[in-house]
Nanobody
Framework: QVQLMESGGGSVPAGGSLRLSCAIS????????LAWFRQAPKKEREAVAGIYVGDGQSYYIGSSKGRFTISQDSAKKMLYLQMNGLKDDDTAAYYC??????????????????WGQGTQVTVSS
C-alpha cells in the first residue's frame, strides 16, 4: 500500500514560483512511476510531468516543458514539482500519483493506482 500527501500549494502572482512536495509512505519499488497531475475548475484532469523511480528519467507535458521540474529524493521518499514562471492557466488543484509500470515507460498517461488528496495552486495576474 502506497500513500501520498501533497503540500506546498498557495497563492502566487503571475511570474512567481512554487515548489510542491509529495510525501510518500509505504513500499515503492524501483519499477514505479510517479507523476503530477492537475485539475482546474470545470476542466478535465491533465498530466503535468512524470518520473521513473528507478533512474529518474522525467517527462513533461504541454506548457510544463521548460517551466516545471519534477524530481525525487528516494532517501527521503519525496516527490517534488518546482514550478517557475507561473501563469494564470496554471491555477488548479495539483495531485501526485503513483503506479507500478513494471519498468515500462513513465510517460504520464493511463491509470495511476495511488493518489494524494491534492494541493491548491492559485496564480493571480
Amino acid at each position: 500500500q502506497v500513500q501520498l500527501m501533497e503540500s506546498g500549494g498557495g497563492s502566487v502572482p503571475a511570474g512567481g514560483s512554487l515548489r510542491l512536495s509529495c510525501a510518500i509512505s509505504g513500499y515503492l519499488h524501483n519499477t514505479y512511476c510517479l507523476a503530477w497531475f492537475r485539475q482546474a475548475p470545470k476542466k478535465e484532469r491533465e498530466a503535468v510531468a512524470g518520473i521513473y523511480v528507478g533512474d529518474g528519467q522525467s517527462y513533461y507535458i504541454g506548457s510544463s516543458k521548460g517551466r516545471f521540474t519534477i524530481s525525487q529524493d528516494s532517501a527521503k521518499k519525496m516527490l517534488y514539482l518546482q514550478m517557475n514562471g507561473l501563469k494564470d492557466d496554471d491555477t488548479a488543484a495539483y495531485y501526485c500519483a503513483a503506479a507500478d509500470r513494471g519498468g515500462g515507460s513513465c510517460y504520464p498517461s493511463g491509470t495511476y493506482r495511488y493518489w494524494g488528496q491534492g494541493t491548491q495552486v492559485t496564480v493571480s495576474s
